[in-house]
């Protein structure tokens, strides 16, 4: 029995009826424990030794009991146990099976079948769970618009969990999954250095569309405050022209502190000598009226080309050859 005890510490609380069995309990103790309240059913043949409310963590094993021990935890579910931070949904247990498996469906709980299952795990561990990049692939490809897909697969190479390498590698295994061809087109431009979805957006509407010179992403440099000195990362820089451009997506930069850390980073570029435009969201709706406004600063700072219009309607070569002047997004 302490062996027993053990299994469901370690199973956050949830078993299975053939555990109970293989470790000397009964079909009759089961039934008298449930009605004493001692212990609760949770799915068919699979039970919780508390009753009340199911932490998450619980309902994971609970749920990987009840659809047998050749499933694996996959998609946000496996983000989650994986402790990669991101608003992962509490709500629905993700579990991949076999492909050729048929499994009943049941509320809360989402099943993606997989060939060649096995070789997508994640060596021993239990419950078992498919690889991180997997994973990630996974829950990039469930759907969902496209700035959250891009923001999965940005986030994990972001926090160094992976790299976009591993998973184009993974991608290129995994033919049937949603939206492939947009999952590749990300993680290209991840390897070229892209981290959010708003410096895609830049980087393909803006820089690319536009024939605008190409930056350098995430470049480190040195804040200096008085006797104080912090290392920064400017998103990119034009380091031949002396402009930098901050991208300002919807975290990290509503509250007083983060407000004032942009101040100082623009004010030390400028006690340098280069200048900062910074756009936010309004680049998914305007791209050619923030493309005008860096070719404009490109050019009086010595860039010899014109940006090239990226449609008959686009007013950039006309805005820049018109000597409009730049004015900094918010």
Same mark, same amino acid.
């Given at each position: 029995?302490?062996?027993?005890?053990?299994?469901?510490? *370690?199973?956050?609380?949830?078993?299975?009826?053939?555990?109970?069995?293989?470790?000397?309990?009964?079909?009759?103790?089961?039934?008298?424990?449930?009605?004493? /309240?001692?212990?609760?059913?949770? +799915?068919?043949?699979?039970?919780?030794?508390?009753?009340?409310?199911?932490?998450?963590?619980?309902?994971?094993?609970?749920?990987?009991?009840?659809?047998? !021990?050749?499933?694996?935890?996959?998609?946000?579910?496996?983000?989650?146990?994986?402790?990669?931070?991101?608003?992962?949904?509490?709500?629905?247990?993700?579990?991949?099976?076999?492909?050729?498996?048929?499994?009943?469906?049941?509320?809360?709980?989402?099943?993606?079948?997989?060939?060649?299952?096995?070789? *997508?795990?994640?060596?021993?561990?239990? !419950?078992?769970?498919?690889?991180?990049?997997?994973?990630?692939?996974?829950?990039?490809?469930?759907?969902?618009?496209?700035? /959250?897909?891009?923001?999965?697969?940005?986030?994990?190479?972001?926090?160094?969990?992976?790299?976009?390498?591993?998973?184009?590698?993974?991608?290129?295994?995994?033919?049937?999954?949603?939206?492939?061809?947009?999952?590749?087109?990300?993680?290209?431009?991840?390897?070229?250095?892209?981290?959010?979805?708003?410096?895609?957006?830049?980087?393909?509407?803006?820089?690319?569309?536009?024939?605008?010179?190409?930056?350098?992403?995430?470049?480190?440099?040195?804040?200096?405050?008085?006797?104080? *000195?912090?290392?920064? +990362?400017?998103?990119?820089?034009?380091?031949?022209?002396?402009?930098?451009?901050?991208?300002?997506?919807?975290?990290?930069?509503?509250?007083?502190?983060?407000?004032? *850390?942009?101040?100082? /980073?623009?004010?030390?570029?400028?006690?340098?000598?280069?200048?900062?435009?910074?756009?936010? +969201?309004?680049?998914?709706?305007?791209?050619?009226?923030?493309?005008?406004?860096?070719?404009?600063?490109?050019?009086?700072?010595?860039?010899?080309?014109?940006?090239?219009?990226?449609?008959?309607?686009?007013?950039?070569?006309?805005?820049?050859?018109?000597?409009?002047?730049?004015?900094?997004?918010?």
């Amino acid at each position: 029995m302490s062996e027993f005890v053990a299994l469901r510490a *370690r199973q956050a609380g949830a078993f299975s009826r053939r555990q109970a069995i293989a470790h000397g309990v009964s079909d009759k103790v089961l039934q008298r424990r449930c009605r004493a /309240r001692q212990l609760q059913r949770v +799915y068919g043949g699979v039970y919780t030794d508390f009753t009340g409310p199911l932490p998450w963590s619980t309902r994971v094993w609970a749920t990987w009991l009840a659809y047998g !021990p050749d499933a694996a935890l996959t998609g946000e579910t496996a983000l989650r146990w994986y402790g990669m931070d991101g608003d992962w949904s509490a709500d629905t247990i993700h579990l991949a099976v076999p492909h050729s498996r048929r499994v009943a469906r049941r509320t809360g709980v989402v099943i993606s079948r997989h060939r060649d299952l096995e070789a *997508r795990l994640h060596g021993t561990r239990q !419950p078992p769970i498919v690889r991180l990049e997997v994973a990630v692939l996974v829950a990039a490809g469930a759907g969902g618009d496209l700035s /959250r897909r891009a923001a999965i697969l940005l986030d994990a190479c972001r926090q160094r969990r992976t790299t976009p390498e591993r998973l184009l590698a993974d991608l290129d295994a995994l033919p049937k999954l949603p939206g492939r061809r947009r999952l590749r087109r990300i993680l290209v431009d991840a390897a070229d250095g892209v981290q959010s979805f708003l410096e895609q957006v830049y980087l393909r509407r803006v820089e690319r569309a536009h024939r605008l010179p190409t930056a350098d992403r995430q470049v480190r440099a040195v804040s200096v405050d008085g006797s104080a *000195r912090q290392v920064i +990362y400017r998103d990119l820089e034009y380091s031949p022209y002396g402009l930098i451009v901050e991208l300002d997506g919807r975290a990290g930069h509503f509250d007083t502190s983060s407000r004032w *850390r942009d101040m100082n /980073r623009d004010n030390s570029a400028a006690a340098d000598g280069k200048l900062t435009l910074r756009f936010g +969201y309004q680049l998914l709706g305007e791209p050619c009226r923030a493309a005008g406004q860096v070719a404009a600063v490109l050019r009086l700072r010595g860039w010899p080309h014109v940006p090239r219009p990226c449609s008959p309607s686009c007013p950039v070569g006309d805005q820049v050859r018109g000597g409009s002047s730049p004015v900094v997004g918010a």
